[in-house]
C-alpha cells in the first residue's frame, strides 16, 4: 500500500470521532448536526431535481395550447 493510501485509510478512521469532537465545540449535539445535514440534503436533491419537473410543465403547458387552444381567445 502507498503512503497516500495508508494516509487516506487513517484519515477515514479518524474522521468520524472528530467529526463529533468539533460538533460538540461548536455546541450542537450529533443529533442536531444529523438533522441539519439531512436537510442540506433533501434540499439538495430538490434542487437537483428542479430543472427536469420544469421542463415537464413548460411541455404540458406547450402541448395544451396546442391541443385546446388559447382560452382568452
Known amino acids: ?13 479518524v474522521g468520524p ?3 463529533v469532537m468539533g460538533a ?3 455546541g450542537m449535539t450529533v443529533d ?3 438533522q441539519l445535514l ?3 440534503y433533501l434540499l439538495g436533491l430538490v434542487l437537483h431535481q428542479l430543472p427536469k419537473h420544469w421542463q415537464a ?3 404540458f403547458w406547450r402541448w395544451a395550447k396546442g ?7
Open 38 to 40: 439531512t436537510v442540506l
Open 24 to 26: 460538540k465545540y461548536f
Open 17 to 19: 470521532p472528530l467529526a
Open 67 to 73: 391541443k385546446f387552444g388559447d382560452a382568452s381567445q
Open 1 to 13: 500500500m502507498s503512503a497516500a493510501q495508508t494516509v487516506a485509510v487513517e484519515g477515514a478512521k
Open 32 to 34: 442536531d448536526w444529523i
Open 57 to 59: 410543465v413548460n411541455s
